[in-house]
Structures are given as structure tokens and as C-alpha cells.
């Protein structure tokens, strides 16, 4: 691992203690009695330092990462500002959220951590297209960036509704799942699979089921939405392609483990024991997830789920930390040996 990258990863995974203290501070409140925290203030600051200290930090750094590996050695020196200034925000979140909720400041810092992402999607697509070679990789990182931008319509809708004293709850919770929804079915699944996507082709494994398997996720995207409001009433059009697009993922995913099944060997001779465990628990957890989404489909189940909180929040960290941590843990603690000059982690 270069030295930018340890630099940088062990920050980010200084981040990650940090939401896993809050997290453990938040479930402890439940039981008993800290009256000088808000739990609500204190949960906010704690999903906005998620999404912005740990996860998108550390997806922001491996994709600079990747410009490393692909001849750009100049590319941490040029990113520095923007990582910098992405941890700033969220660590102005992390302090302002748990003090006075969504006020002057905390909306501050959430408005200025979603334009650090806009300059990171166009400096990366950017340097993307320097990258000579057409690689599937290249494909799920422009996903991801282009789902992380059209993510920030979530919260740019709140602030509207806000700003114009106009809150209706249908509203409200439709612009928060969508934000939700675009960050971790979007830029977190498609920056993680163009990360696992660049170790495939570092280990020569070329398929043009790969880039099937990508489209497939691409298209259910969106639709994949309304699986988030389908407590909403919807048209059947809509929800007939929310089932498709739910089985469509599912079918992606089983291309995808099947393609690589005979490079089986091959891939687990660069990865040891632990990194085996973590990759397997995440496969896992993406494979319940997609299971879940289609089961969610079913117009009872969905009420169930949609009407127990407890439910949906147990889902957001099968997805969060089950899934994506879990991957990006296993990437940091270097797990995988590349066989090449240049070293993604």
C-alpha cells in the first residue's frame, strides 16, 4: 500500500471508530438515561458522519487510488484539497448535528459536503478518460458518480420543503429514502464493485458477462427506487418494473459469481484468511439484501417492513455495514496482493 494511501486509510478508519462509539452511545441511550444528549440530534450526526467520514472517504481515497494503479502518480497530490475538505464537512456535521439538529450550521456543512462530491464526480470522470484502455471498472465508477450526484436531489427537496414551511410526511420521507437510496444502492454498491471490478482485471479475468452484469444493475437502478415508497401508492406499470428490476438484480449477481467461479483459485491465492471471511460475509449480506428486495415486493410483507422502523433500520446496516464496511474493511487491512508494479492497496 502506498504510503498516501496508509496515510490516508488509517484516518478514514479513524472515522469508523468513531461511528461505531456513536452507534454503541445511541443503542446504550435506549436503555438509559443520558439527558444532556438528544438521541434524534445525535443520530443524525451520527448517519451524516457515516456517509461522509468513513464510507465516501474512503471510497473517495481507493478511487484515487485506482488513478495510482492505472499511471496517474501525481493523482493523491491533486485530490488532497478535496479529501480534505470532504473530512472537514463531515466532521463539521459530526459536531453540529448532536448541538441543534438540522440548523444554520449542520445544513451548512451538509450543503458544502455535497458540492466536495460534485467536484470529486467531475475531476474523477475526468482523469477516467485519461486511462487509455477500456476497462469494465471505468463503467461502474462513472455509475457511481453519476448516482452520487443525482443522490443530492434528496436533500436539496428537504431543504425546498423547509425553506417554503411546505412539509408533508409523504414528502419528506419519499426525498430522504431517495438520497438513502441513491447513496448506497448507487455510489456506494458502484464505487465498491469498480474497486472489486479493478482487482478482477489486475488477476486477468476478462468476460463480457462482466459488463452484462453491470448494465443489469445500471438499468434496475432507478426503478430499484420505489422499492424504498412502495408504502406509496403507485401505478402497477411502476410496480410491475420495481419487480423486474428487483429479479434483474438478483440474476446479475448470480452471472456475476458464476463468471468468476472458474478464476475461484486464482483469485483466493491473493487473498488470506480474514480477507476470505470479510469478502465471503459481504457477498452474503449483498445476496439476503437481494433476496429481501424481492420479497419486499409483496404487498403485505412491504407493509410489514415499511411499518416497523426497527426493520428498516436493520436493513440499512445489513447494507452499510454488512455489505459495504465489511468490503472496504477487507481492503484496508490489505487482504489482497496485487501482482503488479503499482499497488491499489
Avoid at 485506482?66 to 501525481?74: D, F, I, K, S, T
Avoid at 456506494?188 to 458477462?209: Q, R
Avoid at 408504502?231 to 419487480?243: G, Q, R
Wanted: net charge positive; charged share 10%.
Amino acid at each position: 500500500m502506498p504510503s498516501e494511501v496508509q496515510k490516508w486509510f488509517r484516518l478514514t478508519l479513524l472515522n469508523l471508530l468513531i461511528v461505531a462509539f456513536i452507534g454503541v452511545l445511541l443503542r446504550y441511550k435506549i436503555a438509559f438515561s443520558l439527558p444532556f444528549i438528544d438521541q434524534k440530534f445525535l443520530l443524525h450526526g451520527h448517519s451524516h458522519f457515516a456517509f461522509a467520514g468513513w464510507i465516501t472517504q474512503a471510497l473517495m481515497t481507493l478511487m484515487v487510488a485506482y488513478l495510482v494503479a492505472n499511471g496517474q502518480a501525481e493523482a493523491f497530490k491533486k485530490y488532497k484539497t478535496l479529501l480534505i475538505f470532504n473530512l472537514i464537512t463531515a466532521y463539521g456535521m459530526l459536531c453540529s448535528f448532536p448541538v441543534q439538529g438540522y440548523g444554520f450550521f449542520s445544513i451548512t456543512f451538509s450543503m458544502l459536503s455535497i458540492f466536495v462530491s460534485y467536484t470529486f464526480a467531475i475531476e474523477f470522470w475526468q482523469d477516467l478518460k485519461k486511462i487509455s484502455e477500456n476497462k469494465v471498472s471505468m463503467l461502474w465508477f462513472k455509475a457511481a458518480l453519476v448516482f452520487s450526484v443525482f443522490s443530492s436531489i434528496g436533500p436539496f427537496s428537504l431543504s425546498y420543503m423547509m425553506a417554503t414551511h411546505n412539509l408533508h410526511e409523504k414528502w419528506y420521507l419519499s426525498s430522504v429514502y431517495f438520497f438513502l437510496h441513491f447513496q448506497y444502492n448507487g455510489w456506494f454498491f458502484f464505487a465498491c464493485m469498480g474497486l472489486l471490478m479493478h482487482k478482477l482485471e489486475e488477476f486477468g479475468v476478462k468476460s463480457n458477462a462482466l459488463k452484462r452484469v453491470f448494465w443489469y444493475f445500471f438499468l434496475a437502478c432507478i426503478p430499484a427506487y420505489f422499492l424504498s415508497v412502495l408504502w406509496i401508492p403507485i401505478h402497477l406499470s411502476i410496480y410491475m418494473l420495481v419487480v423486474i428490476s428487483s429479479i434483474i438484480q438478483l440474476v446479475g449477481w448470480f452471472i456475476f459469481l458464476n463468471t468468476i467461479k472458474p478464476y475461484r483459485k486464482t483469485l483466493m491465492s491473493g487473498i488470506n484468511r480474514t480477507g476470505r471471511i470479510l469478502m465471503l460475509l459481504a457477498g452474503v449480506a449483498l445476496t439476503i439484501k437481494l433476496f429481501l428486495q424481492i420479497g419486499s415486493t409483496h404487498p403485505q410483507l412491504s407493509q410489514i417492513a415499511f411499518g416497523f422502523r426497527p426493520i428498516v433500520i436493520g436493513y440499512l446496516h445489513l447494507v452499510l455495514l454488512g455489505m459495504i464496511s465489511l468490503y472496504i474493511v477487507a481492503i484496508s487491512k490489505k487482504v489482497i496482493s496485487m501482482e503488479s508494479q503499482h499497488l491499489l492497496v
